[in-house]
Structure formats: structure tokens, C-alpha cells
């Protein structure tokens, strides 16, 4: 015979199997739920009646086991409630009846009150009040629960609760980047998730305006059709969550990559040539969350005005609009029908009003009821497009215009192929963000760049737009530049045909045009050109001024290149290239002010400015000369004037060091170190000093391979790692003693040390690429490699390259987010013959997918 728990945990599991089994036929998930609830309430109902708990106490559902919902994989939140202090006999029973709560299997969240506590320790914790809110009597003492339903109605504050419960709102949309639109969207707690739909009920609940959506629009609160999309975002969404914990097999409320895939195909959504299961299951949760959310203002503020009722006063703006207590006010209930250009225009005076707070609950719902007004006519409408311009042209308010007009799917119905990108993934591992979140960020950053209050940030970048003519075009490209992100093809192309009928529709001038074109196109191309091509050799850069033609290109390309980068992620943008960016922008902008790119010049330049600077530190005249004549052009070419002058002063009297020299500093970018290393060279010395960094977890961004000719190898590199800005000094001195010691004693290389990939990469794997040809000269090879980030890759390509003797001359380091695209300028007699050749670039494909 099984012991009571064992019996209580068996009935409780075969329960759980019955009801998820039964949802996974029928995949009702209220069904579930409430089934669920059912279940733990007959357990709990039993083990109460077990233990002979005195009749005076009541066993309470509290939480969303208290609403009667219950995930299957949720807390069983439940209040046991005593009518006085527990004798130790009751004491005794309560904690034996606690334990076989834990011991059949459920995730208990207890607490034991009496009715003066629990109002105690509800005047306290919004938390507490909010779970009580929607306490349920499981079993025991009916009279002790209505007496503690009645002692919280009276005293409940909804004012107070509602403002408590806004503030805990905002809070926790700050903590989710206050977007739905997260690649890993919580589906509880994210904006326009569940719990969003339960603030309201909530406030709702507390005022006494209604327990649902229903009643809600009884009351007039919504009306009968946002009820019904209410009721179904919400019924949605609690499907998604029960297959969330089914699939995970414990409580998860993240749509985590690797169960976006499994989540997606139980809905029946199959993966096409264009697009995985997993996107379209996304931009469907997208648009329920933007849904959500949008439904979430006007409720919120139709409570609000219920709870803190004011005198409506209208200050009228125009004939379409008025301003009431600071928020803007449509004139009439019909103004967007009868006048649907108010639909853009309500947009403009807003930029211009910047006192305006917002819209009305009257004029949200409004606006969001007519965007469907916005057809292919009123596209074509002149006024219309010339709205639209001015908002783009306002002097301030365009980034909080455009949001708005997205939130509100006025962007979306004006520009039909934006519509198309909203809520689409890109998982291409560096953008953190959906297409149309990406590009709202890129029109930002842009805006940014006008703002005085901003210009300590990216000063370059303000004091260029301070003196670039009509900035608005920039925002024109910025809003085209992904547009046709998933359509299949080179979306800079597509993006390019939409961008020009944009401004042939809106009767740009031909300057303006050709410049967004332009832009549209080749958004990429200034970042690879920075990041992958020698910005040493002058015909890169007299190649690349000839794309761009004139300053007014360079400088547009340089911006929105600039806010292209900072808008992908956190983790993309860094100092490294915010340099090679702003190198090739000043270079290619002397030679478009006519300077001649030629080796010879930009040789005799750079040594003068080095000899300047160490002339300021004192070095002795002539003391440079036995360095330089051991170094070639292509030293002077590859390094700056200051990393020249900093070298010189460390080695100018140590150039045959018997012990190898190896000197750090602080990073003249802003971050990280840069690193030099002064050794006699040997086969393997990349390697070492890749397997050095790769035991200290420091990223590398750049490397500059350099071989003397005396025999010495002199190597700089750039690495990062997050605790440099903290403990430079101390990590300088440990890397100076550690990595000269281990260049000196020639010790075994370790193997790599391999950390596990990101979710992100392990779900959204890229074949790893090798690309190996001869440059235009035929004198060095051009090794591209693309893959996966990991700890130890560096190392690992590092090693390929000593086992085959292959000379590296340079290397550009580019990692965007979770994804590398390394090039390597290479040279060595393995290259020369094609069977060699191969085996080594299929070694090289060996170790990038380890």
C-alpha cells in the first residue's frame, strides 16, 4: 500500500499527464489550466482533510493559482488564513501539512496569516495586496475568508493601488528595453505580454469596474471589438506559455531560440526557402504584443480618468485639434473620418507641441480605429505626402513621431513594405533586434547626432551633421536602408527601388534622390571597406573616393554607417570601429580635396609626425635611426604616427634583445590595450601569443604582423576584455612579466580553451566560410574566414597557420555580436601548390567548426 504522499503525488501526476495530454489533442489552453487548477485543488483539499486542520482555518488560493489558472509548470502560490496565533498542536499540523505540499511534487509558495496580517502585510507589499486581490476559498472556514474578502475591500485605496501598479509597470518594461520586440521575448512579463493584460484587470478589479473584458466594455471602458481583441491576444498568449513549459519540461516564459523552432512547428508553421517556422511564430507574437500594448494605453487611461477625474478644459490647436490637461485632443469624435490627413497631421503638432505629453484615451482609440482609412488613395494624396515630409523635416520630436506612428500602425499603412518588416527577426547573430526596431534606432542615433544635449557622445559624428545640408534626407535612407530585409535577394538593391520611388513620390529634388540611392545601396559598403580592406595601400582608398565622389556622399555614408553599427546591438559597436571608420573618412576626404594618395607621401608625413612626438618626450635626435632602418614601408604605412613614435621610444635601445620585449598601454581609442611584442621570430610566435590571450579571456581586436630586417618580429595588437578600465595598471604589468616569460621559456602551447557557443549561435548556426586568393599584385593571399564567435578561435586559425608555415602579414579582427569575419593577409610556399592548398584551407574549415 502506497504512503499517503506517494499517493497524493501519484494522483496529482496522473492528473497533470491527463491534462496536458488532453491540450496537446485539442490544444485548449484555458481548458488546460483550469484543469490543472482542478486537479491541485482536489489534492490540496484531501491533504487538508488529512492532517484534521482545525475548521476554524481556510485554506486560500492566491496569485494565478486564485484566478483558477494554473501552467503546468507554475508555483502553487496558497495562504493558509487562522483566526488567531496557532496553538502548538495547530503549528505542528501546519508545518507536517507544508512539507507534503513539497513532498507530492508541487512548487509551493506559502504563507501562513491571520486576517490583521495579511492586512498588515498588504498595506506594505503592493505584491501582497495584488495576490490577494484574487484569493479563492479552496476549503476550510467559509466565514474566516469572508470575513478577511470583506476587512481588504474596505480597505483598499484604488487610487493608491492604481498608481502603485503604474509605477511597478513601468519598472519592468524598463527591465525588458521597454519593448515587446526583445529576439527572446518573455511572454509573462515583457511588454505586451500577459502580464500587461493582468495590470489591467487588476486596477480594474480594485475599483470595482469589472473582472473581465466583458464587463470592461459594459462599462464602457473598451468597446465590444477591443474586448474581443483583448480576449484573444490574451488567449494566445496563454497558449503560447503552456507550450512553453511543455516543451521546456519546467517553468520557462522566454521564447529562448531553442525552443522558438519546436513552439513554432506545434502550430503548424513550416519552414520555407525565405523564412524559418520560427520567424513567422515570432512576427505573429510581435504583432499580438504591439497589439496588446497599444490596448493597454487607452484601458489604462480610460481607468485612470475614472480614478482622478479632472476638469476637461479645451485649449484649442487648431480646427482638428485641442490640448486638454496636456495631452493632445481630437476636436471632434469624426475628425480622422472626416478629415483623414489628420491621421499624419496629428503627428506633426506633436513634434511641434513638445509640451504635449501624449493623446487622449478618446484620441488613441480613435486613431487606432481609423489607420485602416489609410489606403492606396490616401498615399497618393499630395497633402498627404507632404505631411509625411514635414514630420521627417520637423526640428524636433522625429524619433518619438515615428515611434508613435509605428506603435500605432500609421508608419506601417503609409509605407506598405515597412509594414512588411515589422516584428520580422533577423538572425543574422549581431542585430539584437527586429527590422523595424533596428531601423527606428538607426533614424535615432541620427537625430541624435542634431541635439546639442547629445553632442558629448559622438562629437565627430555632431560636428559633421551641424554642417551637413537638409539632415532629413539621412533619415529617408536610414528608414529604406533594411526596408527589404527577407524578401530573398540583396535587399540593398530592392531596398534601393523602394527608396527611389519614395522620393520620386514625394517630389524630392534629383540631388536629394540620387543621394538617398545612393546611400540605400551601399550601407555596407564604407564598414567592409574599414574592417576588411589594408587602409594602408592608397588605391583602397582612391577606389573608394571614387564610389562616394564628393564630400556630401562621404560624409552622409560616414553617418548613417556610424548609427547603421551602433543601431545592431550593445555588443557590435566598440572604439576600434569607431577608428577605422573615422581613418577612412579623413583620408578619403584629403583625396578628395585633391591630395594625391601615394605611398611615398604618406611615408614621409607619418615618420615627420613621429619624430615630432618623440622630440617632446626627449629622445635623443638620431636615436631613432637604427630601429627605422631595420623597418620597411609597409611598417610606416600600417601604423599611426603615435604607435610609430611609441615603439620607437621603447626599442630604439633594445633592438637585439636577447629576452623579448613585449610593452602595453592604454588603448589612445578610448578602450582596451594595445600590446607590442619585440622577439626574435619563430614559426609559432602567433600562435603563442594567441594562445596567451586565449587563457586570459581577452578578445582581440586587430592585429599587425610585422617581420624586421634584422630577424626580429615586431607584432601590435589591439585586445579588450571588461575589467581593463578598472584595473589597467595591474593587468599591464601582470601581461608585460607573463607573456615575455612564456615567449622566452618556449613552453608546449596548451590546447584551445573552447567555451560552449551562445544560444543564439548554437540555434542559429552559420556555415563556416574560407576564402583564400592572390591580391591584384599576386604578392600576398587574402584569407577571409567567417563563422561562429567562441573562445579559442583566434588560436585555433592560429595554429592551422604554424602547422603549414604560413606567413601572416596583418590581421583585421571583425566580430559582430556572434559572428566573426576575420581577414588575414598571408604569404608561404603552402599556398603555391593547389593539393597543399586545399588541405590546408580544409584544415582551416576543421578547426573553425570544432
Same mark, same amino acid.
Not at 502506497?2 to 499517493?7: N, W, Y
Not at 482533510?49 to 493559482?65: Q, R, T
Not at 473581465?212 to 497558449?239: C, M, P, V, Y
Not at 499580438?288 to 490596448?295: D, G, Y
Given at each position: 500500500?502506497?504512503?499517503?504522499?506517494?499517493?497524493f503525488?501519484?494522483?496529482?501526476?496522473?492528473?497533470?499527464?491527463?491534462?496536458?495530454?488532453?491540450?496537446?489533442?485539442?490544444?485548449?489552453?484555458?481548458?488546460?489550466?483550469k484543469?490543472?487548477?482542478?486537479?491541485?485543488?482536489?489534492?490540496?483539499?484531501?491533504?487538508w !482533510?488529512?492532517?484534521?486542520?482545525?475548521?476554524?482555518?481556510?485554506?486560500?488560493?492566491?496569485?494565478?493559482?486564485g484566478?483558477?489558472?494554473?501552467?503546468?509548470?507554475?508555483?502553487?502560490?496558497?495562504?493558509?488564513?487562522?483566526?488567531?496565533?496557532?496553538?502548538?498542536?495547530? $503549528?505542528?499540523?501546519?508545518?507536517?501539512?507544508?512539507?507534503?505540499f513539497w513532498?507530492i511534487?508541487?512548487?509551493?509558495?506559502?504563507?501562513?496569516?491571520?486576517?490583521?496580517?495579511?492586512?498588515?502585510? =498588504?498595506?506594505a507589499?503592493?505584491?501582497?495586496?495584488?495576490?490577494?486581490?484574487?484569493?479563492?476559498?479552496?476549503?476550510?472556514?467559509?466565514?474566516?475568508?469572508?470575513?478577511?474578502?470583506?476587512?481588504?475591500?474596505?480597505?483598499?485605496?484604488p487610487?493608491?493601488?492604481?498608481?502603485?501598479?503604474?509605477?511597478?509597470?513601468?519598472?519592468?518594461?524598463? !527591465?525588458?528595453?521597454?519593448?515587446? %520586440?526583445?529576439?527572446?521575448?518573455?511572454?509573462k512579463?515583457?511588454?505586451? +505580454?500577459?502580464?500587461?493584460?493582468?495590470?489591467?484587470?487588476?486596477?480594474?478589479?480594485?475599483? *470595482?469596474?469589472g473582472?473581465?473584458?466583458?464587463?470592461?466594455?459594459?462599462?464602457?471602458?473598451?468597446?465590444?471589438?477591443?474586448?474581443?481583441?483583448?480576449?484573444? *491576444?490574451?488567449?494566445?498568449?496563454?497558449?503560447?506559455?503552456?507550450?512553453l513549459?511543455?516543451?521546456?519540461?519546467?517553468?520557462?516564459?522566454?521564447?529562448?531560440?531553442?525552443?522558438?523552432?519546436?513552439?513554432?512547428? =506545434?502550430?503548424?508553421?513550416k519552414? /520555407?526557402?525565405?523564412?524559418?517556422?520560427?520567424? %513567422?511564430?515570432?512576427?505573429?507574437?510581435?504583432w499580438?504584443?504591439?497589439?496588446?500594448?497599444?490596448?493597454n494605453?487607452?484601458?489604462?487611461q *480610460?481607468?485612470?480618468?475614472?480614478?482622478?477625474?479632472?476638469p =476637461?478644459?479645451?485649449r484649442?490647436?487648431?480646427?482638428?485639434?485641442?490640448?486638454? *490637461?496636456?495631452f493632445?485632443?481630437?476636436?471632434?469624435?469624426d475628425?480622422?473620418?472626416?478629415?483623414?490627413?489628420?491621421?499624419?497631421?496629428?503627428?506633426l503638432?506633436?513634434a511641434?507641441?513638445?509640451?504635449?505629453?501624449g493623446?487622449?484615451?478618446?484620441?488613441?482609440?480613435?486613431?487606432?480605429?481609423?489607420?485602416?482609412?489609410?489606403?492606396?488613395?490616401?498615399?497618393?494624396?499630395?497633402?498627404n505626402?507632404?505631411?509625411?515630409l514635414?514630420?521627417?523635416?520637423?526640428?524636433?520630436?522625429?524619433?518619438h513621431?515615428?515611434?508613435?506612428?509605428?506603435?500605432? =500602425?500609421?508608419?506601417?499603412? %503609409?509605407?506598405?513594405?515597412?509594414?512588411?518588416?515589422?516584428?520580422?527577426?533577423?538572425?543574422?547573430?549581431?542585430?539584437?533586434?527586429?527590422v523595424d526596431?533596428?531601423?527606428?534606432?538607426?533614424?535615432?542615433?541620427?537625430?541624435?547626432?542634431?541635439?546639442?544635449?547629445?553632442?558629448?557622445?559622438?562629437?565627430?559624428?555632431?560636428?559633421?551633421?551641424?554642417?551637413f545640408?537638409?539632415?532629413?534626407?539621412?533619415?529617408?535612407?536610414?528608414?529604406?536602408?533594411?526596408?527589404?530585409?527577407?524578401?530573398?535577394?540583396?535587399?540593398?538593391?530592392?531596398?534601393?527601388?523602394?527608396?527611389?520611388?519614395?522620393?520620386?513620390?514625394?517630389?524630392?529634388?534629383?540631388?536629394? /534622390?540620387?543621394?538617398?540611392?545612393?546611400?540605400?545601396?551601399?550601407?555596407?559598403?564604407?564598414?567592409?571597406?574599414? $574592417?576588411?580592406?589594408?587602409?594602408s595601400?592608397p588605391?583602397?582608398?582612391?577606389?573608394?573616393?571614387?564610389?562616394?565622389k564628393?564630400?556630401?556622399?562621404?560624409?552622409?555614408?560616414?553617418l548613417?554607417?556610424v548609427?547603421?553599427?551602433?543601431?545592431?546591438?550593445?555588443?557590435v559597436?566598440? +572604439?576600434?570601429?569607431?577608428?577605422?571608420?573615422?581613418?577612412?573618412?579623413?583620408?578619403t576626404?584629403?583625396?578628395l580635396?585633391?591630395?594625391?594618395?601615394?605611398?611615398?607621401?604618406?611615408?614621409?608625413?607619418?615618420?615627420?609626425?613621429?619624430?615630432?612626438?618623440?622630440?617632446?618626450?626627449?629622445?635623443?635626435?638620431?636615436?631613432?635611426?637604427?630601429?627605422?632602418?631595420?623597418?620597411?614601408?609597409g611598417?610606416?604605412?600600417?601604423?599611426?604616427?603615435?604607435?610609430?613614435?611609441?615603439?620607437?621610444?621603447?626599442?630604439?635601445d633594445?633592438?637585439?634583445?636577447?629576452?623579448?620585449?613585449?610593452k602595453?598601454r592604454?588603448?589612445t581609442?578610448?578602450?582596451?590595450?594595445?600590446?607590442?611584442?619585440?622577439?626574435?621570430? $619563430?614559426?609559432?610566435?602567433?600562435?603563442?601569443?594567441?594562445?596567451?590571450?586565449?587563457?586570459?579571456?581577452f578578445?582581440?581586436?586587430?592585429?599587425k604582423?610585422?617581420?624586421?630586417?634584422?630577424? %626580429?618580429?615586431?607584432?601590435?595588437f589591439?585586445?579588450?576584455?571588461?575589467?581593463?578600465?578598472?584595473?589597467?595598471?595591474?593587468?599591464?604589468?601582470l601581461?608585460?612579466?607573463?607573456?615575455s616569460?612564456?615567449?622566452? $621559456?618556449?613552453?608546449?602551447?596548451s590546447?584551445?580553451?573552447r567555451?560552449?557557443?551562445?544560444?543564439?549561435?548554437?540555434?542559429?548556426?552559420?556555415?563556416?566560410?574560407?576564402?583564400?586568393?592572390p591580391?591584384e599584385k599576386?604578392?600576398?593571399?587574402?584569407l577571409s574566414?567567417?563563422?561562429?564567435?567562441?573562445?579559442?578561435l583566434?588560436y585555433?586559425?592560429?595554429?592551422?597557420?604554424?602547422?603549414?608555415k604560413?606567413?601572416?602579414?596583418?590581421?583585421?579582427?571583425?566580430?559582430?555580436?556572434?559572428?566573426?569575419?576575420?581577414?588575414?593577409?598571408?604569404?608561404?610556399?603552402?599556398?603555391?601548390?593547389?593539393?597543399?592548398?586545399?588541405?590546408?584551407? /580544409?584544415?582551416?574549415?576543421d578547426?573553425?567548426?570544432?
Open positions: 500500500m502506497l504512503s499517503p504522499a506517494l499517493a503525488k501519484e494522483e496529482i501526476k496522473s492528473a497533470q499527464a491527463s491534462a496536458v495530454q488532453a491540450f496537446n489533442d485539442n490544444h485548449k489552453a484555458e481548458q488546460l489550466l484543469g490543472l487548477c482542478r486537479s491541485v485543488d482536489h489534492v490540496l483539499e484531501k491533504i !482533510k488529512h492532517f484534521d486542520i482545525p475548521k476554524e482555518c481556510s485554506l486560500v488560493a492566491v496569485g494565478g493559482y484566478r483558477g489558472e494554473l501552467f503546468p509548470y507554475s508555483d502553487v502560490d496558497v495562504l493558509i488564513l487562522l483566526d488567531k496565533a496557532p496553538t502548538a498542536d495547530t $503549528q505542528s499540523k501546519l508545518e507536517c501539512l507544508v512539507q507534503l513532498d511534487g508541487l512548487d509551493i509558495g506559502h504563507s501562513i496569516r491571520t486576517v490583521e496580517e495579511c492586512l498588515e502585510e =498588504s498595506a507589499d503592493i505584491t501582497v495586496q495584488t495576490s490577494l486581490l484574487e484569493a479563492r476559498l479552496v476549503c476550510g472556514s467559509r466565514s474566516l475568508f469572508r470575513k478577511l474578502q470583506q476587512c481588504y475591500a474596505e480597505a483598499m485605496n487610487q493608491k493601488f492604481f498608481q502603485e501598479k503604474l509605477l511597478e509597470l513601468r519598472q519592468r518594461h524598463v !527591465k525588458y528595453e521597454d519593448t515587446p %520586440y526583445s529576439l527572446e521575448p518573455n511572454c512579463e515583457s511588454p505586451g +505580454g500577459l502580464r500587461d493584460l493582468q495590470v489591467i484587470l487588476w486596477v480594474a478589479r480594485a475599483a *470595482n469596474l473582472n473581465s473584458w466583458r464587463e470592461l466594455a459594459q462599462r464602457g471602458l473598451i468597446t465590444d471589438t477591443e474586448a474581443h481583441q483583448l480576449k484573444r *491576444n490574451e488567449r494566445a498568449f496563454k497558449d503560447i506559455r503552456a507550450r513549459h511543455i516543451a521546456a519540461g519546467r517553468r520557462e516564459d522566454r521564447l529562448v531560440f531553442d525552443i522558438q523552432t519546436p513552439i513554432a512547428e =506545434s502550430f503548424g508553421f519552414t /520555407t526557402e525565405s523564412r524559418r517556422a520560427s520567424e %513567422y511564430l515570432m512576427q505573429r507574437y510581435y499580438a504584443a504591439k497589439a496588446v500594448t497599444q490596448l494605453l487607452i484601458l489604462l *480610460n481607468i485612470e480618468a475614472v480614478l482622478f477625474p479632472q =476637461s478644459v479645451p484649442p490647436i487648431n480646427e482638428r485639434f485641442n490640448e486638454v *490637461n496636456g493632445i485632443d481630437i476636436a471632434s469624435d475628425t480622422f473620418q472626416s478629415n483623414p490627413s489628420a491621421l499624419l497631421e496629428i503627428f503638432v506633436m511641434r507641441h513638445s509640451e504635449l505629453k493623446m487622449t484615451a478618446r484620441t488613441t482609440r480613435a486613431l487606432w480605429h481609423a489607420r485602416l482609412l489609410i489606403d492606396a488613395e490616401f498615399r497618393h494624396n499630395i497633402f505626402r507632404s505631411l509625411f514635414q514630420i521627417l523635416q520637423a526640428p524636433q520630436g522625429i524619433t513621431a515615428l515611434r508613435r506612428m509605428n506603435q500605432m =500602425s500609421i508608419l506601417g499603412r %503609409y509605407l506598405p513594405n515597412f509594414r512588411r518588416i515589422i516584428g520580422q527577426m533577423q538572425h543574422d547573430l549581431f542585430h539584437a533586434y527586429t526596431q533596428h531601423i527606428l534606432m538607426v533614424v535615432r542615433n541620427l537625430r541624435r547626432y542634431t541635439m546639442p544635449e547629445h553632442a558629448h557622445e559622438y562629437p565627430f559624428c555632431s560636428q559633421l551633421i551641424a554642417n545640408d537638409q539632415p532629413w534626407v539621412l533619415y529617408i535612407a536610414a528608414l529604406f536602408h533594411d526596408i527589404a530585409k527577407g524578401r530573398g535577394g540583396d535587399h540593398s538593391v530592392l531596398g534601393m527601388a523602394d527608396a527611389k520611388k519614395f522620393c520620386y513620390d514625394h517630389g524630392l529634388n534629383r540631388a536629394n /534622390t540620387e543621394l538617398v540611392i545612393f546611400l540605400v545601396q551601399n550601407h555596407l559598403t564604407m564598414s567592409q571597406v574599414a $574592417q576588411k580592406q589594408d587602409l595601400d588605391d583602397v582608398v582612391l577606389n573608394f573616393a571614387k564610389l562616394v564628393d564630400e556630401r556622399h562621404l560624409t552622409a555614408l560616414y548613417l554607417t548609427s547603421d553599427i551602433r543601431g545592431t546591438s550593445p555588443k559597436w566598440n +572604439g576600434w570601429k569607431a577608428k577605422l571608420l573615422e581613418d577612412l573618412y579623413r583620408m576626404l584629403r583625396v580635396g585633391g591630395e594625391a594618395p601615394s605611398k611615398d607621401s604618406v611615408l614621409k608625413n607619418r615618420q615627420n609626425e613621429a619624430l615630432k612626438a618623440l622630440r617632446l618626450v626627449g629622445i635623443p635626435p638620431d636615436a631613432h635611426e637604427k630601429l627605422w632602418q631595420q623597418l620597411d614601408v611598417y610606416f604605412l600600417r601604423h599611426d604616427a603615435s604607435d610609430i613614435a611609441w615603439q620607437t621610444r621603447v626599442l630604439y633594445r633592438i637585439d634583445s636577447s629576452t623579448p620585449v613585449v602595453c592604454l588603448s581609442i578610448g578602450e582596451g590595450l594595445q600590446i607590442t611584442v619585440y622577439v626574435k621570430d $619563430q614559426p609559432d610566435l602567433f600562435a603563442r601569443i594567441c594562445n596567451y590571450f586565449d587563457s586570459k579571456n578578445d582581440i581586436l586587430d592585429a604582423i610585422h617581420t624586421c630586417k634584422n630577424g %626580429y618580429a615586431l607584432d601590435t589591439m585586445v579588450s576584455e571588461p575589467s581593463f578600465a578598472h584595473q589597467y595598471r595591474d593587468i599591464i604589468n601581461i608585460e612579466h607573463e607573456l616569460e612564456s615567449l622566452a $621559456q618556449q613552453t608546449p602551447l590546447p584551445p580553451n567555451g560552449r557557443l551562445s544560444r543564439m549561435s548554437r540555434n542559429f548556426p552559420i556555415v563556416p566560410t574560407v576564402d583564400l586568393r591580391d599576386g604578392q600576398y593571399y587574402l574566414i567567417s563563422a561562429n564567435d567562441k573562445n579559442g583566434l585555433s586559425i592560429a595554429e592551422v597557420l604554424t602547422k603549414y604560413i606567413n601572416l602579414h596583418t590581421a583585421k579582427i571583425m566580430t559582430l555580436g556572434e559572428r566573426v569575419e576575420d581577414v588575414f593577409i598571408v604569404d608561404g610556399a603552402a599556398l603555391q601548390g593547389a593539393r597543399t592548398q586545399i588541405q590546408f584551407e /580544409t584544415d582551416l574549415l578547426a573553425l567548426r570544432v
